[in-house]
T-cell receptor
Framework: AQTVTQSQPEMSVQEAETVTLSCTYD???????LFWYKQPPSRQMILVIRQEAYKQQNATENRFSVNFQKAAKSFSLKISDSQLGDTAMYFCVKARSNYQLIWGAGTKLIIKP | EAQVTQNPRYLITVTGKKLTVTCSQN?????MSWYRQDPGLGLRQIYY???????DKGDVPEGYKVSRKEKRNFPLILESPSPNQTSLYFC??????????FGSGTQLSVL
């Protein structure tokens, strides 16, 4: 079975620092999608960023950017100028070509004031 | 307002008593799916559907049923719930390959 691995169960940084969350996955497919979702304590699921595997350019959304290394099967999320509101669980997700979704176990990110 | 409506928010039941969790979306999305979320395991996909009358198993389909008779609705059915199905459940929908819209979740406890 395909897997998505988030090797950092928990991380904490000071407000305004930059933090990088790691994600690796296994796949034999060439076309697929990758996502980062954020789940704050409210348990609402929020899309942070989306990447299409056939696009070489790394996706960015304001303070959030990814480092997508297709050959290495790596999809890390960088959060710049971290804010207290970034405190949440972060999930890395891979969508297979049949659109079955595989979720990582999550990284709990704590931003300290 | 574009949304996924999932009910109920909380449900306590007993082993073996059939139950249904409803999910409805008003965005004309082709794709709908169900997940369970357990501590330390992230979300695991139970079933998903690419369109009406098309459903596929996810990672953990055992003990669950779904149907997609209409595009907007995708109910999750537990014919004979067991305590190991105690979990937080989410329904979600999207256009294919695009952002998922999630319901507010159902916290299920099976005694």
């Amino acid at each position: 079975a395909q897997t998505v691995t988030q090797s950092q169960p928990e991380m904490s940084v000071q407000e305004a620092e930059t933090v990088t969350l790691s994600c690796t996955y296994d796949t034999s497919e060439n076309n697929y999608y990758l996502f980062w979702y954020k789940q704050p304590p409210s348990r609402q699921m929020i899309l942070v960023i989306r990447q299409e595997a056939y696009k070489q350019q790394n996706a960015t959304e304001n303070r959030f950017s990814v480092n997508f290394q297709k050959a290495a099967k790596s999809f890390s999320l960088k959060i710049s100028d971290s804010q207290l509101g970034d405190t949440a669980m972060y999930f890395c997700v891979k969508a297979r070509s049949n659109y079955q979704l595989i979720w990582g176990a999550g990284t709990k990110l704590i931003i300290k004031p | 307002e574009a949304q996924v409506t999932q009910n109920p928010r909380y449900l306590i039941t007993v082993t073996g008593k059939k139950l249904t969790v409803t999910c409805s979306q008003n965005m004309n999305h082709e794709y709908m799916s169900w997940y369970r979320q357990d501590p330390g395991l992230g979300l695991r996909q139970i079933y998903y559907s690419m369109n009406v009358e098309v459903t596929d198993k996810g990672d953990v389909p055992e003990g669950y049923k779904v149907s997609r008779k209409e595009k907007r609705n995708f109910p999750l059915i537990l014919e004979s719930p067991s305590p190991n199905q105690t979990s937080l459940y989410f329904c979600a929908s999207s256009l294919i390959g695009e952002k998922l819209f999630f319901g507010s979740g159902t916290q299920l406890s099976v005694l």
